[in-house]
């Protein structure tokens, strides 16, 4: 990708994200969330569903899971490193309420009312890392 800022009308002036690893949509999410796409958002749909919870360390801080601390400071947030899970679903739930979206069954990939909350979300400071691995 060029230093260049890419072109917002123009979608043949930048590397469309579907055609970067993870690695690079990580640093091109994190530079332009505004150009989240339902292909970006990874994993982003199972935040939502109850079934994966039951396997997040609710009570203990993001920190101190089993995380490689050298990786974690390096792509994820302070903000959801100082969380506990439960904080950090509380925090995604809100953000669903808060813009009035109510998932009645798990949500899949595509679903465009996950791009409001992806956004929301980053304006109060998660990576995209955050909330897509």
């Keep these: ?55 997040v360390k609710m009570d203990l801080l993001i920190r101190d899971t089993d995380l490689d601390e050298e990786t974690a400071n390096s792509i994820m947030s302070e903000k959801k490193l100082e969380q506990t899970g439960r904080e950090f679903y509380e925090a995604l739930d809100k953000a669903a309420k808060d813009l009035g979206v109510e998932f009645k069954e798990p949500p899949q990939q595509d679903d465009p009312r996950l791009i409001p909350i992806y956004l929301e979300l980053r304006k109060q400071g998660y990576t995209h890392y955050d909330l897509v691995s």
């Design 1 to 55: 990708m060029s230093e260049k800022e890419p072109s917002q009308t123009k979608a043949e002036e930048y590397e469309l994200p579907d055609r970067l690893n993870f690695d690079q949509q990580i640093e091109y999410f994190d530079k332009y969330p505004e150009r989240i796409t339902p292909r970006g958002l990874n994993n982003f749909c199972y935040r939502f569903d109850k079934f994966f919870r039951k396997y």
